[in-house]
């Protein structure tokens, strides 16, 4: 079946830090990847996405490439802010008309001053 | 705006008691999903619709029930069988073009 396994959290950076979240992946055929992120008490948003191998997602600063040859799809980006304050999930769809999303355990970021 | 309107945003239940869980969505989304969050363990698919009248278990579906009699609504019911009910709970919808989902607020339930 599908998985997607996240880097544990908590993470804590300092301003301007650079940020990296690894996510690596299992899926059968071509899946599409997305970062979606959720601040306290709310739903969740959708990052950025990939739908193919090589595609870069950006989206606010953040970017992930979709790599096939590593299954992974790392956030990255070069400057955090206390407002990037937020709980990470990487996702994905497999499969042809797939309408299921198999998300990561999320990744707890906290930015301070 | 089009969006995804869950409610209410906190509820409480007693136990033994079923309660139900609002979704609504004007996206003209085809799909919906009911998915359960707990501090730690992501999130957990319930349920899933693809179409009016039609639904299919999630990977927790033990305890729970749901219809979706228009296109635009999928309420959840927690029932008395589910043994620990205190959850965050998210609901979104997709189309099959995009496969991206897009989110609710979210519900918090909590047994008291």
């Known amino acids: 079946g599908n998985s997607v396994t996240q880097m544990e959290g908590p993470v804590t950076l300092s301003e301007e830090a650079f940020l990296t979240i690894n996510c690596t992946y299992t899926?059968?055929?071509?899946?599409?990847l997305f970062w979606y992120v959720q601040y306290p008490g709310e739903g969740l948003q959708l990052l950025l996405k990939a739908t193919k191998a090589d595609d870069k997602g950006s989206n606010k600063g953040f970017e992930a490439t979709y790599r096939k040859e590593t299954t992974s799809f790392h956030l990255e980006k070069g400057s955090v802010q206390v407002s990037d304050s937020a709980v990470y999930f990487c996702?994905?769809?497999?499969?042809?008309?797939?309408?299921?999303?198999?998300f990561g355990k999320g990744t707890k970021l906290s930015v301070i001053p | 705006d089009g969006g995804i309107t869950q409610s209410p945003k906190y509820l409480f239940r007693k136990e033994g008691q079923n309660v139900t869980l609002s979704c609504e969505q004007n996206?003209?989304?085809?799909?919906m999903y009911w998915y359960r969050q707990d501090p730690g363990q992501g999130l957990r698919l319930i349920y899933y619709?693809?179409?009016?009248?039609?639904?299919q278990k999630g990977d927790i579906a033990e305890g729970y029930s749901v219809s979706r009699e228009k296109k635009e609504s999928f309420p959840l019911t927690v029932t008395s069988a589910q043994k620990n009910p205190t959850a965050f709970y998210l609901c979104a919808s997709s189309t099959a073009l995009t496969t991206e989902a897009f989110f609710g607020q979210g519900t918090r339930l909590t047994v008291v």
């Open positions: 996702a994905l769809v497999s499969g042809a008309g797939s309408y299921q999303l198999t």
């Open positions: 899926a059968t055929g071509y899946p599409s």
């Open positions: 619709s693809q179409i009016v009248n039609d639904f």
């Open positions: 996206l003209n989304h085809d799909a």
